[in-house]
């Protein structure tokens, strides 16, 4: 389990916003290994972004970020990117299947 937070350019959020969506969608249509991937943007400063990422397993984490449409999200949307930090999370409760 991951938590992103990026901070996107606001003259860019709309665009980001696109390709984001796209991502997600595509990734959890063609990824077995991907069980969650959610964004929420702060209410009062909506070019902040959170995402919990949750993964299957570690593996399925890393085959993610090798996949061809993460590598074509990062290309596309690195100009929109301000600031990037990703962190390791714990649940206090671990989903269940």
């Known amino acids: 389990m991951r938590l992103s937070r990026l901070i996107i350019k606001k003259n860019e959020l709309g ?55 993460y590598s074509r999200y990062k290309k596309e949307t690195a100009h929109m990117i301000e600031a990037v930090e990703m962190l390791e999370a714990m649940p206090l409760i671990p989903f269940k299947d």
Request: charged fraction near 25%.
């Open 15 to 69: 665009n980001y916003k696109q390709l984001l969506e796209k991502h997600i969608e595509h990734s959890k249509n063609n990824e077995a290994g991907v069980k969650i991937l959610y964004p929420v943007f702060e209410a009062g400063a909506p070019h902040r972004l959170t995402m919990l990422e949750v993964y299957v397993s570690r593996k399925d984490y890393l085959h993610h970020l090798k996949s061809a449409h």
